[in-house]
């Protein structure tokens, strides 16, 4: 996918909210910068309980623009009802990671506290106040050595980390099979038109030779309306991606084992792209027996979002 089409696809995604769409595009029009990316409809937590979807967000500068319309209702309250993915939940703004929320208000009070949308003139000044913000973060970050220029996710994985010591989610690298992700991450040779092993959960030879049987490399394929889609397997993984939770729907002897890692590979849909991929979702650790619905579940939590590339 080339950048324009991108920017069409994801400039777009507000096209049902008429003011959230004007501000949008005037936001990225006059930013004007090719280096730097827009994501529409970014998952953002506030806290663990807490999150909900900015309109505009650049994640190079972890900076996100919120157009508010004259709701009475909280923004969270109006994504209650809305369906988080798993691509969401993968790429979700952390709480205390430093994120900074620009506001640009479309609508005013009068003198009797009725409220009406704000005069042209207002909103567009807004929006200069806005972009001059985030081309003060671009300087800066720029002067310091900190900004990375955008680039579109490559189409040749195991080209992308042939030169990089480690993965990480803030790579956000999609990969078309597990044979990929093993070759392109572990170091395995795996065939591309058999799309690699056929189980879900295992130790490549290139990973056992160097840690044994540390690490398992998993590939978990979560529940759909909370029943399994595969072998039985029903997998959760929680509003903030920290933790994983799997039981098999046809047994139910769970062991309360600890200390067993597992580097995740999750399928997920890109919402712009529209292509379904595994995605890495960070190293997980055995920790005991959580329950869920009154059903004990095998309990994973996330110990890191990076792990080190296996070069062959």
Partial sequence: MEKLEYLARTLSRTSRKDYENYVVNAVWNRLDDSEVQPVSQKLVAIDPRSRYFIDLYFPQLNMGIECNEPYHATRSEQDAGRTITIFDVLHQVQPNSGYQQLDIDVFVRDHTGNVQWAPLEAVDNAIDDVVGKLRARIETLRQSGGFSPWVIEPDDPFAYFQNRDEISMADDIGFANIATVCNSILG??????????????????????????????????????????????????????????????????????????????????????????YRFAGVFLRDGVSEIGGVPRKHYRRISDKFTVVHG
């Avoid at 929680?238 to 729907?249: I, R």
């Fill in 188 to 277: 395995s040779s795996y065939s591309l038109k058999s799309r690699g092993p056929r189980k879900s959960c295992f130790v490549p030879s290139s990973l056992r030779s160097i840690y044994g049987s540390e690490y398992l490399v998993w590939f978990p394929k979560k529940a759909v309306a909370g029943h399994a889609v595969s072998r039985g397997w029903n997998n959760m993984l929680s509003d903030d991606g920290l933790s994983l939770d799997e039981y098999n729907e046809d047994w139910n002897a769970i062991d309360s084992a600890t200390g067993q890692k597992r580097v995740v590979f999750i399928q997920a849909v890109d919402p712009v792209t529209r292509v379904r991929a």
